[in-house]
């Protein structure tokens, strides 16, 4: 080889090197492996007559490769890395457990605590894996996805929890939006169905809990299932469920808000006269205390109900609670919230990832069916960019497979405490999904 020529070449590479910014990474490292591959030659053939000038050479040529490439890779934007990371921990988490086995949380001693088909939190994490597909494009999620939906099936017979529109519309009801697949849509309706056989008319509200003694516990979480209602309502052409959804929002407006909008966590109801006859909590801090995941329940909910109805009323609601929680003097900077926003502890309360996630859903949504909504949006935004810090957001292949830290389920029975929980990464992903297609 010629040494005159191959310094040319290097000059030619260097210089082609700095004119192309827009030259990809796998392009650099072919050109300077391709440079090392002539110096090396030049070393080899000239031997020590000119090993110092070659590594001279070779050590600017790797001087203006590196800084180039400092150049050339600007800091990954906050969503790309949430998504990136979402979609690298769904993978390996996807892999890592089994169909009917699904990650729930964390144990204090880090344990993963798997959950079974009866439980409420079954559905998110086969819901979260479709969201990280739509997100990511990654073949291999939607695979797992329909594996983790399927297994299933069984839970359309359950009628003894409330829960089915976590654990059945979050699955399959993402499941069947994404591909039209009729044999998820024959599961949805059937366990509507069994929803629905939980209603009371006297009452006006579908019955939450089976436990404890209330006479007929309504809990604001209950208004995330009236989605699954309204959907089978237009998929059917059959009102019921829709009258049936409307009726529980309604009787849920009524009674489980206070004057400033913040609202109770359990109403309790006679089932004579369908009265309420008890206000309370049970994973609040007190019963007049603002659990937070309580409130953003109710934002959700109201907002949601909004886009299947019209109806202004669900609006209004929506827009006060949402006022409530955006003026809370207890918000944190990040606004992630403190567990309960009454929490006697704050500011060393624990944050709840999860009541975040779900709040920015809501925000994202209302944003779009207002005059004002650009200062939902923002809200919304704020949280996510939180929430995708490092102060929240995993590395990749710690935290449990867990896309998200710091959420809580509980605190007053010392359940799932500062914890990663599959519902906050299924809510976190939703509103990261929102939230894409709404800056295109």
Wanted: aromatic share 12%.
């Amino acid at each position: 080889m010629d040494n005159s020529k191959a310094q040319g070449d290097s000059s030619v590479i260097c210089l082609y090197w700095i004119n192309n910014r827009n030259i990809n990474q796998a392009t650099l490292r072919v050109s300077l492996i391709i440079d090392m591959i002539n110096v090396i030659a030049i070393v080899t053939k000239e031997k020590n007559k000119h090993m110092k000038h070659a590594l001279s050479k070779l050590s600017i040529t790797l001087l203006t490769a590196g800084l180039l490439m400092a150049c050339q890779q600007p800091k990954q934007n906050w969503l790309d890395k949430a998504i990136d990371t979402a979609e690298q921990q769904l993978v390996l988490a996807a892999e890592k457990y089994t169909p009917e086995h699904n990650p729930r949380s964390v144990y204090p001693n880090g344990e993963v605590r798997l959950c079974h088909l009866q439980d409420w939190t079954v559905g998110f994490f086969p819901g979260t894996l479709w969201y990280a597909y739509e997100l990511s494009g990654n073949e291999s999620l939607k695979e797992q996805a329909a594996n983790y939906t399927k297994a299933l099936d069984s839970v359309k017979y359950i009628k003894h929890t409330h829960d089915l529109g976590f654990m059945l519309y979050c699955s399959y009801g993402n499941a069947y939006r994404i591909t039209q697949n009729e044999t998820y849509k024959d599961v949805l309706l059937h366990g509507a169905e069994s929803l629905i056989s939980r209603y009371n008319e006297n009452v006006g509200c579908i019955r939450s809990w089976d436990f404890g003694t209330w006479q007929y516990p309504v809990i604001v979480d209950n208004m995330m299932n009236l989605e699954y209602l309204m959907w089978t309502a237009n998929s059917t052409n059959n009102q019921l469920y829709a009258n049936i959804a409307t009726s529980h929002a309604n009787k849920t407006m009524a009674n489980h808000f206070r004057d400033d909008y913040s609202s109770y966590h359990v109403v309790s109801y006679d089932t004579v006269t369908g009265k309420a006859i008890e206000k309370q909590t049970h994973q609040g801090y007190s019963h007049e205390s603002a659990w937070a995941r309580g409130q953003a329940w109710g934002v959700y909910g109201y907002t949601m109900m909004y886009r299947f109805t019209k109806d202004p009323a669900y609006l209004e609601m929506a827009q006060n609670i949402a006022k409530f929680i955006m003026n809370l003097e207890t918000m944190p900077a990040d606004k992630v919230p403190y567990w309960d926003y009454n929490a006697i502890n704050i500011p060393d309360a624990p944050r709840d990832a999860s009541a975040a996630a779900v709040t920015a859903c809501a925000l994202l949504e209302l944003s779009e069916y207002t005059n004002d909504g650009q200062k939902y949006f923002s809200y919304a935004e704020d949280v996510l960019k939180s929430l995708s810090s490092s102060d929240y957001l995993a590395e990749v292949g710690n935290n449990g497979l867990f896309v998200l830290r710091h959420s809580v389920g509980a605190l007053p029975n010392n359940s799932e405490v500062n914890t990663p929980i599959n519902y906050a990464d299924y809510y976190y992903l939703e509103a990261l999904l929102r939230y894409k297609s709404m800056i295109k």
